[in-house]
């Protein structure tokens, strides 16, 4: 994760694979979306529409996007935007759910494609919708290197530093309608949560079962498992490209966690690697790509309230793209 400015690398990684269905409702169904924000938003017929999401010009490595209403005092618009990404999530659940419940009725693997499609375009409708939410209130300069070449129809596993809420935020307006939906790794217990696992799982959310050295050395016959339920949950990826997301440090970077670890590193704390080492070995030949982010908050980290309140008027962020090599399949955990 090599920083604008900051001298510092944590990962190798990333190249294009085939697609590997013919993507033709799931294309549809992105295209139109793309265009309602667009006309939504930008006033822009389809035919002045540019690809790659709204706001985005390929190649582009500094756009200063306009806030109709970044006048207004800091508080107030960390507030509405709070509400208005609330009521967002909301109105996006209430589509989700009959798609799932049909999901869930209907578990034939040509139906569970479609339904998997459709989920695909409401969640990227969701985070569109999110992005305009920014950008009326919000003037923010954004400093971009590394988004060229990028495709929905790849597969990708996508490492980052983690220093803030926000950065999750500012990660899926970047690759929105550039790289396939992030998902992230949710443990096993999350599926239970009221209404939101359900959402969860209705996306594809990939659950995972760990066991400590502890529980293996109690009970030997669970070696291996927790790999074994995250190829299962892998295992639907295959039919539609997909992004993983892994933050490697495994926790939001403070100073005090730095100072605590001892980290070798000046910007990051120490990575973990058990996290892509589980999804290198989950997905096998089928992830052939990783890009490597690196986000930089250039007036000092800030909280999602200060983002969200107006208080980075810039982001920096620079995308490695590597390609996984044989050197770093294999397994991991033997």
């Not at 039919?239 to 490697?248: A, D």
């Not at 490597?292 to 980290?301: A, E, F, L, N």
């Amino acid at each position: 994760m090599g920083s604008l400015g900051k001298p510092f690398s944590a990962g190798r990684l990333v190249s294009r694979v085939a697609f590997r269905t013919d993507g033709s409702l799931d294309g549809l169904l992105r295209g139109l979306g793309h265009t309602i924000i667009l006309v939504y938003w930008r006033g822009a017929s389809p035919a002045r529409s540019r690809p790659g999401g709204a706001g985005w010009r390929p190649g582009a490595t500094s756009i200063k996007e306009k806030a109709m209403l970044s006048f207004l005092p800091g508080p107030i618009k960390g507030a509405l935007s709070f509400f208005f990404i609330g009521l967002n999530t909301l109105f996006i659940f209430a589509l989700i759910v009959p798609f799932a419940l049909l999901k869930l009725a209907i578990p034939t693997p040509g139906f569970r494609k479609v339904m998997n499609a459709i989920l695909d375009w409401v969640s990227t409708l969701w985070i569109t919708i999110n992005g305009v939410n920014l950008r009326v209130f919000n003037r923010i300069e954004w400093k971009v290197e590394g988004l060229e070449g990028l495709s929905t129809r790849d597969w990708f596993l996508v490492i980052c530093n983690h220093q803030s809420w926000a950065d999750i935020l500012i990660l899926q307006k970047i690759f929105n309608h550039r790289i396939p939906f992030l998902k992230f790794f949710l443990k096993q217990e999350l599926i239970w949560v009221p209404v939101i696992g359900l959402a969860w799982w209705a996306i594809d959310y990939p659950f995972m079962k760990r066991y400590t050295a502890k529980e293996i050395e109690r009970r030997p016959e669970l070696k291996g498992k927790d790999l074994e339920t995250t190829r299962k949950a892998c295992e639907k990826f295959r039919l539609l490209p997909v992004s993983i997301m892994n933050f490697v440090e495994g926790t939001r970077f403070t100073v005090h966690k730095h100072d605590a670890q001892q980290s070798p590193y000046k910007h990051l704390l120490k990575p973990k690697a058990a996290g892509i080492a589980f999804v290198l070995a989950a997905m096998g030949k089928e992830l052939n790509s990783i890009l490597d982010v690196t986000i930089h908050y250039p007036g000092g980290i800030k909280s999602i309230w200060e983002f969200l309140c107006g208080k980075a008027p810039e982001v920096r962020v620079k995308i490695k793209r590597m390609v996984i090599g044989s050197e770093l399949r294999g397994d991991y955990f033997n």
